[in-house]
């Protein structure tokens, strides 16, 4: 039973990639990361002696901390966040309760660093459709919520990318892109060992719409028309990405939860339709 300030690995796994999840923060000590150098997905490293830090980064935020093992360390920040009105809870089991529930663990040595500010930087072609619109969305559900995206032209990306630190992605001859007939939604998942099953269902979606194989899934054709609906909608890059944030979270939703629920039209009475 956990206690008050604590959340269950369960718990905490059913909002993992879902616009409800809390903030993560890992706060193992350098000994214990080199021994386990994994990340719940979406988490970001913090000295554990220092929460004061974060508090304007954290205000009005659910923050869900762990440590090795859910005790002093991550239970301690806890409490000092609380202090200052945040409102914060520990991971009952912190990162092994995690790794022992045989939950997927995100590969730390593959983010890039974070910018000045905090969060990393990734640049693409601009005017998204499909895979450069899932790729943000899979960035800041599962690898780094707090990641910006540069969209350029086509030309400039490489260029941009060095001159601004950025991590280019889903342009040809970079680590990020498509490899034979995957896409670069694909590359992040396998790259990071993102191996959820929902994640996999969305994966063949995307992969059908954004390589024109729409005969992999029928719910390619849906994806492609609201992504080529979208790009009509907006001419800003960033607001079309907002939407489509919110696109690509029912498709998740759907995926995880609802691919065995149908919708029929109700019958009237006699057995005719209503």
């Given at each position: 039973?956990?206690?008050?300030?604590?959340?269950?690995?369960?718990?905490?796994?059913?909002l993992i990639g879902?616009?409800?999840?809390?903030?993560?923060?890992?706060?193992?000590?350098?000994?214990?990361?080199?021994?386990?150098?994994?990340?719940?997905?979406?988490?970001?490293?913090?000295?554990?002696?220092?929460?004061?830090?974060?508090?304007?980064?954290?205000?009005?935020?659910?923050?869900?901390?762990?440590?090795?093992?859910?005790?002093?360390?991550?239970?301690?920040?806890?409490?000092?966040?609380?202090?200052?009105?945040?409102?914060?809870?520990?991971l009952e089991g912190?990162?092994?309760?995690?790794?022992?529930?045989?939950?997927?663990?995100?590969?730390?040595?593959?983010?890039?660093?974070?910018?000045?500010?905090?969060?990393?930087?990734?640049?693409?072609?601009?005017?998204?459709?499909?895979?450069?619109?899932?790729?943000?969305?899979?960035?800041?559900?599962?690898?780094?919520?707090?990641?910006?995206?540069?969209?350029?032209?086509?030309?400039?990306?490489?260029?941009?990318?060095?001159?601004?630190?950025?991590?280019?992605?889903?342009?040809?001859?970079?680590?990020?892109?498509?490899?034979?007939?995957?896409?670069?939604?694909?590359?992040?998942?396998?790259?990071?060992?993102?191996?959820f099953d929902a994640?996999?269902?969305?994966?063949?979606?995307?992969?059908?719409?954004?390589?024109?194989?729409?005969?992999?899934?029928?719910?390619?054709?849906?994806?492609?028309?609201?992504?080529?609906?979208?790009?009509?909608?907006?001419?800003?890059?960033?607001?079309?990405?907002?939407?489509?944030?919110?696109?690509?979270?029912?498709?998740?939703?759907?995926?995880?939860?609802?691919?065995?629920?149908?919708?029929?039209?109700?019958?009237?009475?006699?057995?005719?339709?209503?």
């Amino acid at each position: 039973m956990p206690s008050p300030n604590q959340i269950t690995v369960s718990q905490l796994a059913r909002l993992i990639g879902t616009p409800a999840a809390p903030v993560l923060i890992d706060v193992r000590i350098d000994e214990d990361f080199e021994f386990d150098p994994d990340l719940v997905p979406g988490a970001f490293r913090h000295p554990h002696d220092s929460p004061e830090v974060l508090l304007d980064r954290l205000s009005g935020q659910r923050v869900v901390v762990y440590c090795q093992k859910g005790r002093k360390l991550s239970q301690g920040f806890v409490a000092l966040l609380r202090c200052h009105g945040i409102a914060a809870e520990s991971l009952e089991g912190g990162h092994f309760g995690w790794r022992d529930a045989g939950l997927p663990r995100l590969r730390a040595d593959l983010l890039p660093a974070p910018g000045a500010i905090g969060g990393t930087r990734w640049v693409t072609r601009h005017r998204p459709k499909v895979d450069r619109l899932a790729c943000p969305w899979l960035i800041r559900r599962f690898i780094d919520p707090a990641a910006s995206f540069l969209f350029v032209a086509p030309s400039e990306v490489l260029a941009v990318a060095e001159k601004f630190d950025a991590t280019p992605f889903d342009v040809e001859d970079v680590f990020w892109s498509h490899r034979g007939d995957r896409c670069t939604f694909d590359t992040l998942i396998d790259e990071f060992g993102l191996e959820f099953d929902a994640l996999a269902r969305l994966a063949t979606i995307v992969r059908a719409a954004d390589t024109n194989r729409l005969e992999l899934a029928p719910q390619a054709h849906g994806l492609l028309a609201a992504s080529l609906g979208l790009s009509r909608m907006y001419r800003d890059d960033i607001e079309m990405l907002d939407a489509g944030m919110t696109l690509y979270d029912a498709f998740f939703r759907w995926a995880r939860d609802a691919t065995d629920e149908t919708h029929d039209w109700p019958l009237a009475r006699d057995g005719g339709r209503t």
